[in-house]
């Protein structure tokens, strides 16, 4: 009997590994097919350009942009080919091969995507990386600039540095984030109440859609105008570049970074920054960053909230604000630094003192497993409430964990939740981001469950019907499109209204007019009315 089984187990493990082979062997041969027909499509050496598992840089071009360690390591599929283009005719060649040969294309900027969905996929895929996609053209006449899809905001924010003292833009604060994807979403940063999302100030771009065609603005037609500012990355064409409107700023800036423990009444003091958060000058933006850390003291777990600030002006300025606003943070000169725009972005990156030559590196600034999941809030949560939360926190104490809570108010709730896809505007006095991260992928289940616990026990002082979530910080717990392949509408709504609300709606429409067969789809993309 045990021979027997032993023969049996010898059978099913002979047939097991002719069928990986088989679909080994598929996977190389698709390859080849593709690079083929790339050839077949582009007169510019596509050799350059196009790595397949063949070539000994795959690896390290596949992993180069990778910040969150967790998507790949739960996705065994890797990509056919990864594209690094230096021409747009190269990607509409891309686009027309993907139709081809039926593989799926996904599109990466920066590759900061929280849940992999711009490397990862669970269908036979391509790559279009845009690193080479990357220049940038200011006019500092006009304050307008032209940025190609596969800039950073650290590249953005140094070619801007170099050309004024006094215009800026406002986006976010990492700076190896892709443009691309961060446009795609919304784009907060630490400038949002005096000016807005990035995609306020969006004024023209240039996409290649599902037909290879290259639109701007007029010939893309304002409803798809509307879609891609906000409407969240990979739905509706290759967006290759994208024209802003640079935004005026002072030549001198305040920023601060104020740290309180449990001990020096953070719990009381985070009660009261939410009732001025959204009120105060629009010009100073606070932003508590909270974590768990080691306490001095007592070698133990405890809780610090750093108040995270940036104020345009200057520092008698602002503390005279704050005295009429929020005395009891305890803000005093000391604690306050003047310096221009440009250093205030390497002060909130983690780089203050050092060159600005360091917003041109597009090395992650870390690589760690991670989970971020988002929240907006609409009333205060009460001292109880907030003690609630960091019991919570204090419950895990081998990974990093931090929650940013992000202030609205000005400029980011005077605009109309309709004006763009992102509809997160009056009525939320901050949006709550919340993030794990640990260093051991035999860790991700526990962590997973801690950061859904947190977000379950978080439910009654958030937004409801929808419970609203920022697209940017993208997050497959709210659902998923059928593994990847065409979403169902009611499918995708489940998650599309948290990300969206009503705008869900009018996205739907847009996909179903300028990609009716649903080619630019993910895990969680905006489906045609059709499907």
Known sequence: METSNTSLLSILTYFILLLVIQQVESVWINHDDYIKCLESQNSISISKVAYTPKNSSYSSILLSAEQNLRPASTSPLKPTLILTPFHESQIQAAIYCAKKDGIQIRVRCGGHDYEGLSYISKQPFVIVDLRNLSSISIDTESSTAWIQGGATLGELYHKIAEKSKTLAFAAGVCPTVGVGGHFSGGGYGMMSREFGLAVDHIIDAKIIDVNGRILDRQSMGEDLFWAIRGGGGGNFGVIIAWKVKLLPVPEIVTVFNLTKTLDQNATQLLYKWQYIADKI???????????????????????????????????????????????????????????????????????????????????????????????????????????????????????????????????????????????????????????????????????????????SYMASYVSSSPREAYVNYRDLDLGVNNDGNHPSYKVASIWGTKYFKNNFERLVHVKTEVDPSDFFRNEQSIPPISS
Not at 358 to 365: A, F
Not at 379 to 398: A, H, K, T, Y
């Open 281 to 455: 000058d629009p010009n100073l933006l606070i932003r508590p960053i909270v974590t768990n850390v080691n306490s001095s003291q007592t070698g133990k777990i405890t809780v610090q909230a750093i108040f995270n600030s940036l104020f345009l002006g200057g520092v008698d300025e602002l503390l005279s604000v704050m005295n009429r606003s929020f005395p009891e943070l305890g803000l005093v000169k000391e604690d306050c630094t003047e310096v221009s725009w440009i250093e205030s972005i390497l002060f909130f990156a983690g780089f203050a003192g050092e060159s600005v030559d360091v917003l041109l590196s597009r090395t992650p600034l870390g690589r760690a497993y991670f989970k971020g999941k988002s929240d907006f809030v609409k009333q205060p949560i009460s001292e109880n409430g907030l003690q609630g939360i960091w019991e919570r926190m204090l419950e895990e104490v081998d990974g990093i964990v931090q929650l940013e809570f992000s202030p609205y108010g000005g400029r980011l709730s005077e605009i109309s939740e309709y004006a763009t896809p992102f509809p997160h505007r009056a009525g939320n006095i901050y949006m709550l981001h919340y993030a794990v991260a640990w260093n051991n992928v035999s860790e991700s289940e526990e962590k997973l469950t801690w950061i859904r616990r947190l977000y």
